[in-house]
């Protein structure tokens, strides 16, 4: 009897695995949207950029500020997926990623489509079926920026969403087309530490590919 209560527990395990890693087709499609995003290549720290394509403007800079564009970055994603998050013009570049973390669950944010998501396990298992997710932090210190990254599709295991957090793509001080959130946060030591990472999801109708 014994054996055979452990022969079912490993199956549960595996099946949960299994579930966590399990990528769908609209999944697959979101990974290659965001491939086509090149964020390594674009929304560059330290200058200043355009926020719909990440390319520098030339402006040059006058203050000692990092200019890291997380924001600018994801804002950029969702305007080239009909969605709408806090951005320019309504919102400048600096400090955005806090005004966002603000936003989201608000009434105006509720208004455009955004909900709420429960945890990281929650959002790895939505942008796996190819809805967007959005990870944001907001900083402690009103003058100091926070981060924001949008979780990208992984057949990662909850283990490691456990040990990692979810897989993301982002700007930010170092950008990562695939990268894990805590590596994606260190720069904000407690954000994943201490849970103060939130997430929001929003449907998604993803562009045509090129045949």
Known sequence: ???LVSFFAALLILARLAAA???SAEGERFVRFLDSMHVEEHWIAGAIVEWKTGEPTGKPIKDTGKHTHCSQFAAAAC???????????????VLLA???YDWLPSAEGKAKGWSPVKDGFAAQTLAN???IVVAVYKNGDPKKSGHIAIIRPSAKSDAEIKAEGPQVTQA???????????????????????????????AVTLPAEPK
């Not at 001080?173 to 929003?202: C, I, P, Q």
């Open 1 to 3: 009897m014994k054996s």
């Open 98 to 100: 806090n005004a966002q």
């Open 79 to 93: 305007e080239r997926l009909g969605i709408y998050i806090l951005r320019p013009p309504e919102h400048g570049s």
């Open 172 to 202: 930010g001080g170092t950008n990562m087309n695939s990268g894990t959130l805590k590596r994606g946060f260190a720069n904000h030591r407690d954000a994943f530490e201490k849970n103060e990472v939130r997430y929001f999801s929003h």
């Open 21 to 23: 890693g399990s990528i």
């Open 129 to 131: 079926k190819g809805v």
